[in-house]
C-alpha cells in the first residue's frame, strides 16, 4: 500500500471521546476517500476530496467530519464516539489512466 | 441504483485448479471495474482495472473480463495456489461519477495445499 499511509493502526475509545484519523498521500493526487468496513455490510463511503479545500459526503457521513487543508492529508474526525462506529477505516486515493483506486492500509477502532 | 454481487460467497478448492470468480452489476453504465484481493486483517490491494471500453485485463495468472451488456465480470485464476488464499472484491463506478465505488461483498477463497 505504498502511498497512502494511515494512522493509527489501531485505537480503542470510549463513547463520547473524540479523535482524528489521519490519511497521508505521497503521490500528489486529487481524489482522496475516506471508507468504513463492516461485517456483512461491505465497504461504504463516508466522505470524499476532489481537490484540496472541497468535501462531499458519501453514504455514511453522519457523525464525522472530515478537513482537506493540505493536498497530501485528508483528517477523519470523530466527535463524540459511538459504539456503531466500531469498524475499519479505509482511505484511498484515486488515481487516472488505468490505474483506478489505492487503499491504506486501514485503521482498526473500536468505541466500548 | 447500482448494486453488485459476487458468487460464490465462499470458495474452496485444491492447489492448482484454474478457478473463476464471478461479480454482478445491475446498472450498465459504469466508468470502470476494479478487482481488489484483501488478507485477513489488512488492507487491500488492486489487482486488475477494466475500463468501460474495455474488454478485458491481465496480469501474471490473473485475467479480468468485462461484459456490460450483461452486468458481469469474471476474474479468472490460473493454477492457483495457497498464497491465493484471501478475500476477492470487486468494485464499480458509475459513468460520469467515478468518485464513488459500489462493493461487492466479496469470495472468500481457501487455496488448500
Known amino acids: 500500500n505504498a502511498g497512502v499511509t494511515q494512522t493509527p493502526k489501531f485505537q480503542v475509545l470510549k463513547t463520547g471521546q473524540s479523535m482524528t484519523l489521519q490519511c497521508a498521500q505521497d503521490m500528489n493526487h486529487n481524489s482522496m476517500y475516506w471508507y468504513r468496513q463492516d461485517p456483512g455490510m461491505g465497504l461504504r463511503l463516508i466522505y470524499y476530496?476532489?481537490?484540496?479545500?472541497?468535501?462531499d459526503k458519501g453514504e455514511v457521513p453522519n457523525g464525522y467530519n472530515v478537513s482537506r487543508l493540505k493536498k497530501q492529508n485528508f483528517l477523519l474526525g470523530l466527535e463524540s464516539a459511538a459504539p456503531s462506529q466500531t469498524s475499519v477505516y479505509f482511505c484511498?486515493?484515486?488515481?487516472?489512466?488505468?490505474?483506478?483506486?489505492?487503499f491504506g492500509s486501514g485503521t482498526r477502532l473500536t468505541v466500548v | 441504483k447500482q448494486e453488485v454481487t459476487q458468487i460464490p460467497a465462499a470458495l474452496s478448492v485444491p492447489e492448482g485448479e484454474n478457478l473463476v470468480l464471478n461479480c454482478s452489476f445491475t446498472?450498465?453504465?459504469?466508468?470502470?471495474l476494479q478487482w481488489f484481493r484483501q488478507d485477513p486483517g489488512k488492507g487491500l490491494t488492486s489487482l486488475l482495472l477494466?475500463?468501460?471500453s474495455q474488454r478485458e485485463q491481465t496480469s501474471g495468472r490473473l485475467n479480468a473480463s468485462l461484459d456490460k451488456s450483461s452486468g458481469r465480470s469474471t476474474l479468472y485464476i490460473a493454477a492457483s495456489q495457497p498464497g491465493d488464499s484471501a478475500t476477492y472484491l470487486c468494485?464499480?463506478?458509475?459513468?460520469?461519477?467515478?468518485?464513488?465505488?459500489?462493493w461487492g461483498l466479496g469470495t472468500s477463497l481457501a487455496v488448500n495445499p
Open positions: 477494466i475500463q468501460s
Open positions: 468494485a464499480v463506478s458509475r459513468a460520469g461519477n467515478n468518485r464513488k465505488l459500489i
Open positions: 446498472d450498465s453504465a459504469i466508468y470502470n
Open positions: 484511498a486515493i484515486f488515481r487516472d489512466r488505468g490505474i483506478g483506486y489505492t
Open positions: 476530496s476532489a481537490s484540496e479545500g472541497t468535501t
